[in-house]
């Protein structure tokens, strides 16, 4: 059984890697050279209202991004001649009775074992989970369809994972379609 669960997960997961946004030249490229991390943020944020995101400031470093109707918490950080970043990361509301549940804790640590796509944890006081993972790019620019494409990467991986792990798992969510 353990076998037939790893191999299940393996073949997710590079199911996953066929999907992977790959850098796409089109016109709509996101410039944020000689930007800090609160300036990328609302550039960010600015370009994907003007391309018809729903996104919004949460903070002066973090946006929110209403896309295929999930909500992702967007973190900029951007450096110079280096290799930049926009942390992605997705929030799973944990229903209040199964929020100390150790199943809870050993599904966390499988899927960080047995999957590398992206980091899972839990949030303080066990009332969410959150799955973290990042957009890489460099020069300090990034391509919309990039991100459209890690969004649309990101929720069809997810949408795998809740398929794979046992439905009890899925039951300790409070919006299952999240």
Not at 71 to 94: A, C, H, N, Q, Y
Not at 141 to 168: G, H, T, Y
Request: with cysteine; hydrophobic share 40%; aromatic share 8%.
């Amino acid at each position: 059984m353990k076998r037939l669960s790893l191999a299940l997960l393996t073949l997710v997961f590079l199911t996953g890697c066929d999907t992977l946004p790959h850098r796409i030249s089109t016109d709509n490229t996101i410039d944020l050279q000689y930007q800090n991390n609160s300036e990328a943020t609302e550039t960010l944020v600015t370009t994907l209202q003007n391309n018809g995101f729903t996104a919004k400031a949460i903070s002066p470093t973090q946006l929110l991004v209403r896309y295929n109707d999930h909500d992702f918490l967007m973190e900029p950080k951007v450096i110079e001649d280096g290799l930049s970043r926009i942390i992605v990361s997705r929030l799973f509301e944990i229903k209040e009775e199964y929020q100390h549940s150790p199943e809870l804790f050993v599904l966390v640590i499988a899927l960080n074992r047995h999957l590398n796509f992206a980091k899972f944890s839990m949030l303080p006081e066990n009332r969410a989970g959150q799955v973290q993972t990042a957009i890489t790019f460099v020069d300090e620019k990034v391509q919309l369809l990039e991100i459209q494409k890690f969004l649309e990467w990101m929720d069809d991986s997810l949408n795998q994972i809740k398929q794979m792990v046992p439905p009890e798992a899925v039951q300790m969510i409070k919006d299952k379609n999240a």
